[in-house]
């Protein structure tokens, strides 16, 4: 395959992503980003199964020029931040394997970050990939939404935005949002060594789940903005509702359903960690309330229908000396309302 060749003063990319028999997305995932219209970008890949899966010897095959990393299963966050260590760059791309691209996916976000010093992320419009469709001509791409990135609520949960929605060009404006979902996402390398903690870019706490959250979150502490640019086009492989998504009680229990008890144990505690660490007493009255009625709730449901969440309680209180450290070393530098601003 021809590189697009790098244009004097092209900024460098590092794209990062984690392969788990991943093997089935593999050949569409690598051909669209390999093909991208931008040329100064390396990619590496970290394998989690320590070489046990066959993606690495088909990744040597066929790309032998990828850098790749076999580790045991250490989880998204740390995962990501082996990556972040052994590449270079000015900026830093995760993103999940089971996903495509358009050709101008990588050079749409740096032009979004080169425009906007202050930005430490940016993102892009991810729609629904029907990977069943993805040796036809359309390559299983739909109209159907998966992300514009995070939507945060007032009583502390976090949605995909427009999860679900058709997209009718109701996200078609470049605009700023508080954060990015994981599954593509880039960031300023400059920025992320603003808030790393002890060479932790993401919370190694949390194995997998709410990292891109909680990263979010402390990007906005440290007065970064998060892009959204309409104009990077990608396509995800993951279930979305139709309908959208709704924020009702009802809809969030019908949602619980089909997740396996080991998201739930990893959501859950990733969610009290994160909470913990950027909940702040200055909030204003609402959001303290609505936060707090909320956990109240959620306690209450687990101890009738979740009680196997209760150990994941006696684990966090086990890491509460290591939140507390993490917390104190939190880059506070905008007022509280700066971050309700952004709470619906």
Same mark, same amino acid.
């Given at each position: 395959? %021809? ?50 899966? $066959? ?94 990135? =995070? ?15 058709? &997209? ?8 700023? %949002? ?33 990292? &891109? ?39 969030? =229990? ?6 396996? $008890?080991? %998201? $739930? ?7 009290? %960690? ?35 969440? =209760? ?15 993490? $917390?104190?070393? =939190? ?14």
């Amino acid at each position: 395959l %021809i590189r697009v060749p790098i244009m004097v003063n092209q900024r460098r990319v590092a794209v990062g992503t984690i392969v788990y028999n991943s093997g089935k997305y593999l050949p569409y995932f690598l051909k669209s980003v390999v093909n991208q219209d931008y040329g100064n970008f390396e990619i590496v890949i970290q394998d989690n199964t320590n070489g046990a899966s $066959k993606d690495l010897s088909w990744i040597h095959k066929n790309y032998p020029k990828i850098k790749t990393i076999k580790s045991e299963n250490i989880g998204f966050g740390a995962s990501h931040n082996n990556m972040i260590k052994n590449s270079e760059g000015e900026y830093y791309l995760a993103l999940n394997p089971d996903m495509i691209f358009e050709k101008n996916f990588i050079s749409e976000l740096v032009k979004a970050l080169n425009a906007n010093p202050q930005a430490a992320s940016a993102t892009g419009k991810l729609r629904h990939w029907n990977f069943a469709n993805a040796d036809l001509p359309d390559r299983g791409r739909t109209d159907l939404i998966d992300t514009t990135g =995070l939507l945060f609520l007032q009583n502390h949960r976090f949605e995909d935005r427009g999860q679900g929605q058709i &997209d009718e060009g109701q996200f078609d404006q470049p605009e700023e %949002i508080f954060g990015a979902s994981g599954a593509a996402v880039i960031y300023r390398r400059r920025s992320l060594n603003e808030v790393t903690y002890q060479e932790e870019y993401f919370d190694e706490l949390m194995f997998m789940y709410k990292e &891109d959250i909680d990263l979010a979150y402390r990007l906005q502490w440290a007065g970064f903005k998060c892009l959204y640019t309409p104009t990077a086009n990608a396509y995800h492989d993951r279930t979305a509702e139709k309908e959208g998504k709704k924020s009702n009680l009802t809809s969030i =229990l019908i949602g619980r359903k089909g997740k396996s $008890k080991t %998201i $739930k144990k990893w959501s859950y505690l990733n969610h009290q %960690i994160l909470l913990r660490k950027n909940f702040d007493s200055r909030f204003s009255f609402k959001t303290k309330f609505k936060t707090r009625l909320f956990q109240i709730l959620s306690h209450l449901y687990l101890l009738l229908h979740e009680p196997f969440l =209760l150990a994941q309680r006696r684990k966090l209180r086990q890491l509460l000396p290591e939140i507390k450290k993490r $917390k104190a070393q =939190l880059q506070k530098r905008v007022h509280p309302n700066e971050i309700e601003k952004w709470m619906r």
